[in-house]
């Protein structure tokens, strides 16, 4: 389809970046799993790293998606508006859960990062379906705009679960002051 020319490579690289992303940080959280864990962090878990894995699988997916042969452009475009309004339910889901874990309080840049900018980002692709219609190429760049979106906020939750919890959580360890 001649929409998606040009479009190849960037998700050749944005969907091969976010499997890697996603191997990545099954490693870091099996090396940081000797931490001793604090109370209620399987709910701090579900609001703050899973979400994480899930952005970067549905970049893998949209890299799919638009990556395969399709005829026309109106069913890709209805697949990324329901993961767009998926993406944006549980990013609500996401922010409920951060409210009610016990284990770490929320900061601006929490809020930021997993919850303001994905629901921007699962928006736009739900937005980009209905301008599909009529901008195709201006759908196509609400669909990248979003994927990357969702990597750079992958990357940053990732790269800040890992410092806060060797810099953070070991310190408290090694200084005993480690709370159950």
Same mark, same amino acid.
């Given at each position: ?34 931490i001793p864990a604090v109370r209620d962090m399987e ?10 894995? %899930?952005?970067? =699988?549905?970049? &893998? $997916? +949209? ?6 042969? #399709? ?71 609400? %669909?990248?705009? =979003?994927?990357? &979106? $969702? +990597? ?6 990732? #790269? ?21």
């Amino acid at each position: 389809m001649e929409a998606l020319n040009g479009w190849e490579n960037f998700y050749v690289i944005v969907g091969s970046s976010a499997g890697a992303l996603i191997g990545l940080q099954f490693v870091v959280i099996t090396l940081i799993a000797e931490i001793p864990a604090v109370r209620d962090m399987e709910r701090a878990g579900q609001a703050f790293s899973t979400p994480t894995v %899930v952005h970067f =699988a549905t970049v &893998l $997916l +949209l890299s799919a998606l638009v990556s395969a042969p #399709w005829h026309g452009l109106a069913v890709p475009a209805v697949v990324w508006g329901v993961l767009g309004l998926i993406g944006v339910v549980y990013s609500i889901i996401v922010a409920r859960r951060m409210r009610t874990q016990t284990a770490y309080k929320p900061v601006f840049e929490d809020w930021l990062f997993h919850f303001s900018l994905p629901i921007a980002s699962y928006a736009t692709l739900a937005i980009s379906t209905y301008a599909a219609r009529s901008h195709v190429g201006g759908a196509l760049f609400g %669909v990248g705009a =979003a994927a990357l &979106l $969702l +990597l750079f906020i992958g990357i940053h939750n990732a #790269w800040d679960a890992v410092t806060y919890h060797v810099f953070v959580r070991k310190a408290e360890q090694r200084s005993g002051e480690l709370r159950p």
